[in-house]
């Protein structure tokens, strides 16, 4: 069974910096796509950003230039670091990948999400 557990979440002053990681367990035999995604109370789950396995990054407008992804393969970890941050930012953030497991099909899997609040 793969699962997704992210960390990292928290409290943090407007204009101030956070990561995040998540980290994919379990019979994994490839993991293509990895993102993160955010949702606000009221709000639909949005796209933060992506990274291909070749380490492609894409970002929606309104975290460019703010927040950077990564991945460690090796770990089959993910990143979001996250600078200049806004309260507009605040929301629970979930990590997502597409994974290939040991039944031998691409899955799209979800973690549990990480609170992120931006407030003073």
């Known amino acids: 069974q793969v699962q997704l557990v992210e960390s990292g979440g928290g409290l943090v002053q407007p204009g101030g910096s956070l990561r995040l990681s998540c980290a994919a367990s379990g019979r994994i035999l490839k993991i293509n796509a990895m993102a993160w995604y955010r949702q606000a109370p009221g709000n639909q789950r949005e796209l933060v950003g992506s990274?291909?396995?070749?380490?492609?990054?894409t970002y929606a407008d309104s975290v460019k230039g703010r927040f950077t992804i990564s991945r460690d393969n090796a770990k089959n970890t993910v990143y979001l670091e996250m600078f200049s941050m806004k309260p507009e930012d605040t929301a629970v953030y979930y990590c997502?990948?597409?994974?290939?497991?040991?039944?031998?099909?691409?899955?799209?899997?979800w973690g549990q999400g990480t609170q992120v609040t931006v407030s003073s």
């Open positions: 990274i291909t396995s070749g380490g492609t990054t």
């Open positions: 997502n990948a597409v994974i290939t497991s040991g039944s031998g099909s691409p899955w799209n899997y």
